[in-house]
């Protein structure tokens, strides 16, 4: 019996470090997009809400005040992780090649977080 509750605290010591590893992964992966966007809701605040980001369409968020070029563009592409990756890499230069538009701009500045970067904060976004 004694065994049994010292293999269960153990387990659940294991358990919950796995939680706090995984919530600081998030922190750090989507910590300077919080300046901008909620990520608990989807609800605007510089940025629109990001919590179910993963899978919507672009410039789909009604309370949100686009550019002029994702709102021209609304609808035209899904964010998956390919858009994802090359959005937090360099959103300057992702509007340009998702629009097929030279001239498109985008009000969110480059976060160059690129490559594996980017990895983690596509999977940290997944998992909102
Ligand atoms: C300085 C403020 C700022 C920061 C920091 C920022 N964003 Fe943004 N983000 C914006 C703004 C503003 C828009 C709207 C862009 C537009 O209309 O062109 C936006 C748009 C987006 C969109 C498109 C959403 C939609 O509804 O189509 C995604 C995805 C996104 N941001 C993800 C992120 C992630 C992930 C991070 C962190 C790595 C981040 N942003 C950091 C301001 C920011």
Not at 9 to 14: H, I, L, N, Q, R
Not at 24 to 33: D, I, N, Q, S, V
Not at 82 to 103: M, N, P, Q, R, Y
Request: hydrophobic share 40%.
């Amino acid at each position: 019996m004694k065994k049994t509750l010292m293999i269960a605290a153990a387990a659940a010591f294991v358990m919950g470090g796995m939680v706090a590893t995984t919530a600081t992964a998030e922190a750090g992966a989507l910590g300077k997009c919080k300046a901008c966007h909620k990520l608990d809701s989807d609800k605007k605040k510089v940025g629109p809400g990001l919590k179910t980001v993963f899978g919507r369409k672009n410039g789909q968020m009604a309370d949100m005040k686009y550019s002029k070029s994702m709102k021209a563009h609304a609808g035209e592409w899904v964010w998956d992780e390919e858009h994802l990756k090359e959005w937090v890499c360099d959103s300057k230069k992702a509007i340009k090649k998702f629009t097929g538009d030279d001239h498109a701009k985008t009000k969110m500045p480059p976060q160059k977080k690129c490559g594996e970067k980017a990895d983690a904060v596509v999977a940290a976004l997944k998992a909102l």
